[in-house]
């Protein structure tokens, strides 16, 4: 089946530093890719989708400057949480999307916590 | 649009006696609904998703889920609850394209008391 793979699955880093974290299809081509917060107790929240190529379509709410995504090739896109503060400390999930009948598959998580 | 209602965020139950958790779903189209199951701060597993075939239909680890249209719910149960059941279960719709993103419920905790 299909797998993706997301890095790293925790970091901690100081306030006003910047994060990246990784997701990767590793047996499929992902032409569509979610990324997803979840505040503790609560449920995901999409905050942007991006496109192989193209520019990455934000939730409202999200602040695109903030979190920049970037889906350069078809099994790799990155969120980069930029300026961090506490309160961006979360749980971040990505999915993919395959054309090939996979359906969505989820990576297994960033919990970022921001000190 | 759409949208999925979870009616219980807390469900507790006994070891060996049956699950229900209970999802109603909103949507414009023909929905492929889901659920998924997560583990405290690990990320999600699919356990069934229904994409208009069989209306019953059946998961990994025992449960199963009925869509039913006329009451637009989708009901995840099982007949057996066991121990490492105990998670946060979440009922998920996308919509017929099956490209955009999915829209979560709130999630429902089920604990299982031995």
């Known amino acids: 089946g299909a797998v993706v793979s997301q890095h790293p699955s925790w970091v901690i880093c100081k306030s006003g530093t910047s994060v990246k974290i990784e997701c990767r299809s590793l047996?499929?081509?992902?032409?569509?890719m979610f990324w997803y917060r979840q505040f503790p107790k609560q449920s995901l929240m999409l905050m942007a989708t991006?496109?192989?190529?193209?520019?990455?379509?934000?939730e409202q709410g999200v602040e695109k400057d903030k979190f920049l995504i970037n889906h350069a090739s078809l099994t790799l896109s990155t969120l980069t949480v930029t300026s961090a503060h506490p309160e961006d400390s979360s749980f971040y999930i990505c999915?993919?999307?395959?054309?090939?009948?996979?359906?969505?598959?989820f990576g297994s998580g960033t919990r970022l916590t921001v000190v | 649009a759409q949208s999925v209602t979870q009616l219980d965020s807390h469900v507790s139950v006994s070891e060996g006696t049956p699950v229900l958790l209970r999802c109603n779903y909103s949507?414009?189209?023909?929905?492929?609904l889901f659920w998924y199951v997560q583990h405290p701060n690990k990320g999600l597993q699919l356990l069934l998703k229904?994409?208009?075939?069989?209306?019953l239909v059946k998961g990994i680890n025992g449960f199963e889920a009925e869509f039913k249209k006329s009451e637009t719910s989708f009901h995840l149960t099982k007949p057996s609850a066991h121990m490492s059941d105990a998670a946060e279960y979440f009922c998920?719709?996308?919509?017929?394209?099956?490209?955009?993103?999915?829209?979560f419920g709130s999630g429902t905790r089920l604990q299982v008391q031995p």
């Open positions: 999915s993919a999307v395959d054309g090939q009948g996979y359906g969505y598959t």
């Open positions: 047996d499929f081509q992902a032409t569509t």
């Open positions: 991006s496109n192989e190529g193209s520019k990455a379509t934000y």
């Open positions: 949507s414009s189209y023909s929905p492929s």
């Open positions: 229904y994409t208009s075939a069989a209306t």
């Open positions: 998920v719709v996308s919509d017929y394209t099956g490209r955009r993103a999915l829209t």
